[in-house]
T-cell receptor, first 112, second 112 residues
Framework: DAGVIQSPRHEVTEMGQEVTLRCKPI?????LFWYRQTMMRGLELLIY????????DSGMPEDRFSAKMPNASFSTLKIQPSEPRDSAVYFC??????????FGPGTRLTVL | SQKIEQNSEALNIQEGKTATLTCNYT??????LQWYRQDPGRGPVFLLL?????KEKRKERLKVTFDTTLKQSLFHITASQPADSATYLC???????????FGKGTMLLVSP
């Protein structure tokens, strides 16, 4: 298996623009997680899907952030409008509950 | 609220020595605890899981202990090698949704 796939790997955008991050989980995994990592706050859970249904989105910072999982093999995290404080590395992870999580390589987002 | 503490200062050790990393937590009674390794520019990679009823778990040169009374886990790497240099994250199971809460990690530097 190719592991968790994320795209793009790097994204540079200007404040106010819409950003869409993409994730393909490992085939057969029933849970998908979006995290954000910064030096200050570490690795924070944003949202968790189980069987394509959002279960816990309490970590989503505000209404500018939204996530979808239209099917078992694809998820998106959208930021609209983006702000400089959104600059971070965004990770997607998948798992078979309640086992360990497998992380993708991350998307480094820079908002100017 | 639950809090996870890992030493924010890097741990520097000589090759061949045993590295010991600490994870402390408060306001929490996790069912299990996990350790992950993260290399620069990459996502975390799962290493070991230890459950609340287990005192110790080993995998090759790795050993994890879990003391639920002290609310502490110790992560040991014996016969350390420069290739073990990375940031090590501990993670505890979340609020019942099978999510994980991560510590900020400790950087380990093994010099030849």
């Amino acid at each position: 298996d190719a592991g968790v796939i994320q795209s793009p790997r790097h994204e540079v955008t200007e404040m106010g623009q819409e950003v869409t991050l993409r994730c393909k989980p490992i085939s057969g995994h029933n849970s998908l997680f979006w995290y954000r990592q910064t030096m200050m706050r570490g690795l924070e859970l944003l949202i968790y899907f189980n069987n394509n249904v959002p279960i816990d989105d309490s970590g989503m910072p505000e209404d500018r952030f939204s996530a979808k999982m239209p099917n078992a093999s694809f998820s998106t995290l959208k930021i609209q409008p983006s702000e400089p404080r959104d600059s971070a590395v965004y990770f997607c992870a998948s798992s078979l509950l309640p086992d360990t999580q497998y992380f993708g390589p991350g998307t480094r987002l820079t908002v100017l | 609220s639950q809090k996870i503490e890992q030493n924010s200062e890097a741990l520097n050790i000589q090759e061949g020595k045993t590295a010991t990393l600490t994870c402390n937590y408060t306001n929490y009674s996790p069912a299990y605890l996990q350790w992950y390794r993260q290399d620069p520019g990459r996502g975390p990679v799962f290493l070991l899981l230890i459950r609340e009823n287990e005192k110790e778990k080993r995998k090759e040169r790795l050993k994890v202990t879990f003391d639920t009374t002290l609310k502490q886990s110790l992560f040991h790497i014996t016969a350390s090698q420069p290739a073990d240099s990375a940031t090590y994250l501990c993670a505890l199971d979340g609020s019942g949704y099978s999510t994980l809460t991560f510590g900020k990690g400790t950087m380990l530097l093994v010099s030849p």
